[in-house]
């Protein structure tokens, strides 16, 4: 008579961080402390320390000088503390370049350009990226074969162009000639093409959207960290832009760098002057940085995160 030695069934249980006698051990596909938050060392701390500073210094120098005397400023060794006469410079500054006006027009030319880029271009970047029509690539290599031609090029047919027109010295010659940015119909395409599934567009279609419904109701949500990003960057471009603006327009209806300009224009400019009116353009763009900071920084990270 024989006998058999009874069978135990395999145990498939599993040790935490250990691997089961028998079976054999496979590699985890994470690496070790990942997910584990990773804190700054002291050459983080000093870097962006660095960085700061190099930063903030150069806006630090205009409020010293615009507070100073030219004499003081051109001293042997420079002041690095703010003086007292900061409110003095500022007068002299606005009364001589009449900046309340010159401040009035670029704010008129800075919101007409980045309401109407943003605008054109996220419907011809909605239009490269989602619809399909003939030519569509051809078109969008002219459109980024653009940036490579010099802006220095169109100058003088454009002046010509304003000329013809009638609004030679007018606002209207600094913002229609840009209304729509190449830069701004490809960055809105490439991001449309990541962020914007087809399976959105045609749910829409099937509850019976039509195109503008389409891109008022789910082009447009989806695109605004993008839009946030790119009127950020067509404000700041429009507020600094001097070369065209200096050529189109007159001394009597000048944009705020066209101002700034002129005050520094005479044959021995007064530089705290300079610095006052230099400073008085700068507040704006950092008051709009301070509201709209949050949104911004929100918008690029909603951007950059997916999935």
């Not at 190099?54 to 630090?60: A, E, H, I, K």
Request: proline share 7%; charged share 10%; net charge positive.
């Amino acid at each position: 008579m024989t006998t058999t030695s009874p069978v135990t069934a395999p145990d498939h249980r599993r040790v935490s961080g250990a691997a089961v006698p028998g079976t054999p051990s496979r590699r985890s596909r994470f690496k070790q402390g990942a997910g584990r938050q990773h804190h700054a060392g002291p050459f983080a701390y000093f870097a962006l320390a660095v960085v700061g500073i190099g930063s903030l210094f150069p806006l630090y120098w205009t409020l010293v000088a615009a507070s100073r005397t030219q004499d003081e400023i051109l001293d042997t060794t420079p002041p690095f503390v703010p003086g007292g006469n900061l409110f003095n410079n500022l007068e002299a500054a606005w009364e001589q370049a009449h900046l309340g006006k010159a401040i009035w027009n670029t704010l008129v030319v800075s919101a007409s350009i980045t309401a109407a880029t943003l605008f054109f271009c996220t419907l011809a970047g909605y239009a490269f990226a989602k619809m399909r029509f003939r030519g569509r690539g051809a078109l969008m290599t002219a459109v980024v074969a653009t940036l490579t031609i010099p802006p220095q090029l169109s100058v003088v047919p454009l002046f010509m162009m304003m000329s013809d027109i009638g609004w030679g010295g007018q606002l209207e010659s600094v913002i229609f000639p840009t209304l729509v940015s190449a830069f701004g119909v490809f960055f809105m395409r490439q991001y449309l093409s990541e962020a914007l599934p087809y399976e959105l567009i045609e749910a829409g279609r099937v509850d019976g959207a039509n195109n503008l419904r389409v891109v008022w109701s789910i082009v447009l949500p989806v695109a605004r960290p993008a839009m946030m990003v790119l009127g950020m960057l067509t404000f700041v471009q429009a507020w600094n832009d001097f070369f065209w603006p200096y050529l189109a327009l007159n001394q009597e209806n000048p944009t705020l760098q066209v101002a700034l300009g002129q005050l520094s224009a005479s044959y021995v400019p007064d530089q705290s002057i300079v610095m006052a009116g230099a400073l008085i353009s700068t507040l704006p763009l950092l008051m709009v940085f301070v509201v709209f900071g949050k949104r911004i920084v929100g918008g690029i990270m909603s951007g950059a995160v997916k999935g």
